[in-house]
């Protein structure tokens, strides 16, 4: 028999296998069939900032009467979303929590501190085991510098980690010019964990309609080359756990971030695509690949995962095409 | 919801050919009415009042009115009359106070308007009539100063004891309970009780009139003004009962089992808010609510009186709307050394009234605009004693047009309070919807209505007023009273 | 207006009186309370009610003299009259078979605890009570609360009347012998807090029953506002009943002493006014 267990965040959890947060952490019943399935943990559909103001611009919108005598009724009618938003969060929490036997970790969407911190205290309180972070905003102002970017990252993650004593741990956004310098600071903070990565809302043109929609939404498969190039870096460079997310779309992908060094992986299209019972491939998979080549636990995987870098230490830190397909020519 | 006043051109055009009007119109040239300044209204000096509890607003001289009254050149098509949400005959209304003949004017102000002397202080006239009125949209000039003529004619009539009371028709044998005594209510009451009801006003304090009571200060809306109006109602014959709660004194069931045909909610929008940030809970953070409630209904700001209330050095007021320029003015009322508005938006965006704003500012209010509170520091006795705030910029604009306060990152700064009063807005009284489960609600816990006859899912339940609209106007609220019983006469009439 | 046709002394500081208010008294249930108001110049102030009879349209309230309001109420006579009394507020009491319920009753708040044993004990539970109080003129309602208990047991701090102790000592004692699968703690903040921490400590699911600050008592305001398991509750609409467990007493505490320095203020011209009457 193969041990799955892994530690993330300081959680002991029976496998690798998290759900992302996403439409699919949203509600009982789907998390309840998550875990039926497999999953060792899940990230709750997260509170987001934007679809807070959203929201609010909608309720704007919609008015009750008379737009003009309603200002006062509207004004800060954000706090009351805000408020429900975090009542429905937390209750969804505890529900978990108290009826299935996974780990829930809480996700916060957010581009700025304003009260932020608070409500990560507050899902503390609800019994969140641990808090992701996902603070990302695309910076279009062409005089902010990344410093300047960075710093005010770092400040954010600073104020939720002075009110919070669950582990936090920070999704990061794929590219970032200091990926390798933000995940010291992160770590130097006490962040627990990162998750690489962060993936973008992608707008689209439609020539068809005119407008402007929502590109596609699922990774592609191919997009697990990025994480998976980062999770190989930074593992053993940084004293944070690792999460590997985007383009995780079968058993050997994951297989593959653990080889890396991830503690875990998160999963988010593939089980849109396929359903939840594609949990129970993925680690039916995991188990037969570690049965064949007998590693008895994740650990022995990493360690196998350790040696095969030495062979050429530079190769995930290439960027370029090199001679090697340079000469290629039609 | 549709404005009452669509098919009045006609009654206006016939109003307005009578003889006298006519004559009126020809005494003077349109130019020597138009050449006239608006009226200021003397108000109460500043530093003065700003430590006492007179009305800041004086009135009108009988002079100062006849000679602003003349200034309106009653328009063939008075655009004023549709910014109205009533639908007052505004121009008959002036041209009587022109002619001398000041408590008709009254009384052709309460065809339509059953509250003027309230009205003619709260109304945001400047966004309804004045902002319609032909020297505004045609000349660019200040409006006719239509509130305070208003405000004129009512307290003339209050003044001379002369006060009119509407003719009511024979009992008709049939009662009627209204659930609050709010303006909504009240004028559903009057209309109601003109149409021959038996009408209750069941009311849960243990005073009548809602937010005019409890809401609106002294300075602002003097209470004696709406026990005048009251007083008038139970002239008609409305029967009021405080201190009962429908819900739980007795409930809708118990009260039809008692008689009742119908029922008009106008509970008003007396839940507060909260931000729900760090802090809050902390000794001397209080509501506007609570705060306005001690001092309106309660009179703790009154020797002798035994209700206390929080007397800062140094208040802080969340929030831009007139429930927080009433805040902060009773804190200078109450002996604050500092009294701070932060708001968190531009000073040009805050929905209170301009002149609200402008007295609070010449009562010495100070004004932190741009900001937002995120947390609250208490001292050791878990009082608070700082604020901490956080620099706003205005980012894109909403749905409204208005442009959304983004935070300024790394602006926080702390600023000291002793007292916190928490303005941002009320919500929906929660007590009918939690006792009658088959009322439907709104996503904004408001109580969903049919917009033509303000009927709820439950036919003999209607409704309106704050309960219906979110935290709105008293004229709104008043119009919806006159509108629901319009309503329900037809339901109770069918219904048979 | 409200007429008072009965007056009971239980001690120098707790009266009882029985007042005319047949609405309330037919619709009333255990753990409501009402708002009175003595006067023109008086307070709003919250009061359980102690017991009612509908038929003869009648209220109970036991009042501790604590401050001016209390005072006023305490000094009427039957005849005097109360200018507003409102009511039924509050959620009443979740009543049920629960099996045996521990009844713990500080001082007075053995007189709001009086109502729910006696519904306890009808609804077929096995009712025990434990009350206690600073010393014995502060205990009351001892025997009201034996008629309807299988057992009772009564202490004081000084030791002046029944066991000496504290109400926490005699809830141990209790639950060591006895299966309890329900409790109600009622009494002053302090009280509260320590009982509950008792219940916890044994996982016996029990509530409290708070006493805030209030003004409206209908949820206008907030002053009566509480965190219950991290979330603000009202008491005057979401209680006065909560999971013990959950209240974050602490902070129920310190805005209770809001207003200690008004308070104390207005007790002492209150009674250097009646002295020199």
């Not at chain 2, 509970?267 to 609510?289: D, K, Y």
Request: aromatic share 6%; hydrophobic share 40%; proline share 4%.
């Amino acid at each position: 028999m193969v041990d799955l267990k892994t530690k993330y965040l300081g959680l002991e959890l029976k496998n690798p296998i998290i759900v992302g947060s996403s439409g699919l952490t949203g509600n009982f019943e789907s998390i309840e069939r998550l875990a039926a399935n497999g999953a060792a943990a899940v990230v709750i559909k997260s509170l987001f900032e934007e679809e807070i103001r959203m929201e609010y611009r909608h309720s704007l919108s919609k008015g009750l009467a008379d737009q003009d005598s309603n200002l006062d009724f509207l004004d800060y009618f954000d706090y009351e979303l805000k408020h429900d938003m975090l009542t429905r969060c937390s209750a969804l929490i505890r529900d978990v929590k108290s009826r299935l036997g996974i780990k829930v970790i809480a996700s916060i969407n957010c581009s700025s501190a304003g009260e932020w911190f608070s409500y990560a205290a507050k899902l503390e309180e609800a019994g969140a085991d641990a808090i992701e972070l996902n603070i990302y905003r695309l910076e279009t102002d062409v005089n902010m510098s990344a410093a300047s970017i960075s710093e005010r990252y770092l400040n954010i993650v600073k104020k939720v980690l002075d009110h919070v004593s669950i582990p936090v741990a920070v999704k990061l956004p794929p590219y970032m010019t200091d990926t390798a310098y933000m995940a010291g600071q992160l770590a130097a903070l006490g962040v627990k964990g990162l998750v690489l990565f962060n993936r973008f809302y992608n707008p689209d043109i439609d020539l068809e309609s005119n407008r402007i929609v929502s590109g596609q939404v699922y990774s592609n498969p191919s997009d697990y080359a990025w994480p998976l190039r980062w999770i190989s870096v930074l593992s053993g460079k940084v004293d944070v756990d690792l999460a590997a997310s985007n383009g995780i779309h079968n058993a050997e992908t994951a297989i593959k971030m653990i080889v890396a060094g991830a503690d875990a992986v998160q999963l988010v299209s593939a089980i849109y695509k396929n359903g939840a019972g594609y949990l129970l491939d993925i680690l039916t998979g995991i188990e037969k690949w570690m049965k064949a080549r007998d590693f008895k636990d994740l650990e022995a995987v990493r360690s196998y995962g350790r040696s095969l870098k030495p062979a050429d230490p530079g190769q995930f830190e290439r960027v370029q095409f090199m001679k090697y397909f340079g000469d290629y020519s039609i | 919801m549709a404005n009452i006043n669509t098919d009045r051109t006609e009654y206006l055009k016939q109003e307005r050919s009578a003889p006298w009007r006519e004559e009126l119109r020809k005494s003077k040239k349109n130019k020597e009415r138009t050449d006239i300044h608006r009226v200021e209204m003397p108000s109460a000096p500043p530093m003065e009042r700003a430590r006492s509890y007179v009305e800041v607003n004086m009135g009108l001289t009988v002079e100062e009115a006849v000679v602003e009254a003349s200034r309106c050149i009653d328009c063939p098509d008075p655009t004023c009359v549709q910014g109205c949400p009533v639908g007052v005959n505004i121009p008959k209304f002036i041209k009587n106070i022109e002619r001398g003949e000041f408590l008709e004017a009254a009384k052709t102000l309460k065809d339509t308007n059953t509250l003027p002397a309230v009205c003619g202080r709260v109304c945001p006239q400047e966004k309804q009539c004045e902002s319609n009125c032909f020297y505004k949209i045609k000349m660019n000039r200040e409006p006719v100063a239509i509130g305070y003529l208003e405000r004129f004619a009512a307290d003339y009539e209050q003044n001379s004891g002369n006060i009119s009371v509407p003719e009511v028709a024979p009992s008709n044998g049939r009662k009627v309970a209204v659930i609050g005594s709010g303006p909504a209510g009240l004028a559903f009451a009057g209309d109601m009780a003109k149409l021959g009801y038996e009408v209750h006003i069941l009311e849960a304090l243990h005073e009548i009139g809602g937010v005019l009571k409890y809401g609106i200060p002294e300075f602002r809306l003097p209470n004696k003004v709406v026990d005048v109006e009251i007083e008038n109602l139970r002239k008609m014959g409305v029967k009021f009962e405080t201190n009962f709660i429908v819900g739980k004194t007795a409930t809708i069931d118990d009260l039809r089992e008692e008689g009742f045909e119908g029922f008009f909610v106008a509970s008003g929008a007396g839940l507060p808010r909260f931000m729900n940030i760090p802090g809050e809970n902390l000794v001397g953070i209080l509501s506007s609510n609570e705060y306005l409630t001690r001092v309106n209904l309660m009179g703790a700001s009154r020797s002798g009186m035994d209700t206390p209330v929080v007397k800062g050095k140094r208040v802080v007021v969340v929030g831009g709307g007139n429930t927080a320029m009433d805040s902060v003015r009773t804190a200078l009322r109450l002996g604050a050394e500092k009294a701070t508005i932060v708001y968190r938006r531009s000073l040009e965006e805050m929905p209170a009234r301009v002149e609200e704003v402008k007295h609070a500012m010449e009562e010495g209010v100070e004004f932190l605009t741009l900001c937002n509170p995120v947390e609250y520091i208490g001292n050791e006795n878990g009082r608070v004693k700082q604020v901490r705030l956080q620099k706003m910029e205005l980012g894109e604009p909403d749905a409204d047009g208005r442009r959304s306060p983004v935070v300024v990152e790394g602006s926080e700064f702390l600023i000291d309070a002793d007292t916190v009063v928490v303005s941002i807005g009320v919500s929906p009284n929660p007590l009918i919807p939690q006792s009658l489960p088959n009322l439907k609600v709104t996503r904004w816990k408001t109580l969903d209505v049919d917009p033509d006859t303000l009927q709820t899912s439950i036919p003999d339940i209607f409704a309106g007023g704050d309960i219906v609209r979110g935290g709105a106007t008293v004229i709104l609220a008043m119009g919806d009273g006159r509108k629901a019983a319009a309503s329900m006469h037809e339901y109770l009439q069918n219904k048979q | 207006m409200n007429k008072i046709v009965g007056k009971k002394i239980f001690s120098e500081n707790v009266v009882g009186l029985d007042i005319e208010a047949p609405r309330i008294a037919k619709a009333r249930k255990a753990g409501h309370f009402v708002i009175v108001r003595v006067d023109e110049k008086g307070e709003r102030i919250p009061l359980t009610i102690s017991s009612a009879d509908s038929v003869k349209g009648t209220i109970t309230l036991v009042i501790q003299k604590v401050g001016v309001s209390s005072r006023k109420l305490t000094s009427l006579e039957p005849g005097d009259t109360v200018l507003d009394i409102v009511g039924p507020l509050g959620q009443a009491t979740h009543v049920e078979n629960f099996g045996t319920v521990l009844a713990c009753g500080g001082g007075v708040g053995v007189a709001p605890l009086l109502p729910i044993v006696e519904a306890m004990k009808k609804a077929g539970n096995k009712v025990i009570s434990v009350i206690a109080a600073r010393n014995k003129e502060l205990l009351i309602l001892e025997d009201q609360i034996r008629e309807y208990s299988d057992e009772v047991i009564v202490l004081t701090d000084d030791g002046s009347y029944g066991r000496k102790g504290l109400i926490t000592e005699g809830m141990e004692e209790v639950i060591a012998r006895e299966k309890i699968d329900h409790a109600v703690i009622i009494g002053p903040g302090i009280m509260m807090k320590f009982a509950s921490m008792v219940t916890k400590k044994h996982n016996i699911p029990s509530i409290a029953s708070l006493n805030t600050i209030m003004v409206d008592g209908t949820g206008m305001c907030g002053a009566c506002r509480v965190t219950v398991g991290g979330r603000t509750r009202f008491v005057c609409v979401d209680g006065p009943e909560f999971d013990a467990a959950e209240v974050d007493f602490d902070e129920m505490l310190m805005r209770l002493n809001g207003y200690k320095a008004e308070e104390l203020k207005a007790a002492e011209e209150y009674s250097c006014k009646v002295a020199n009457k």
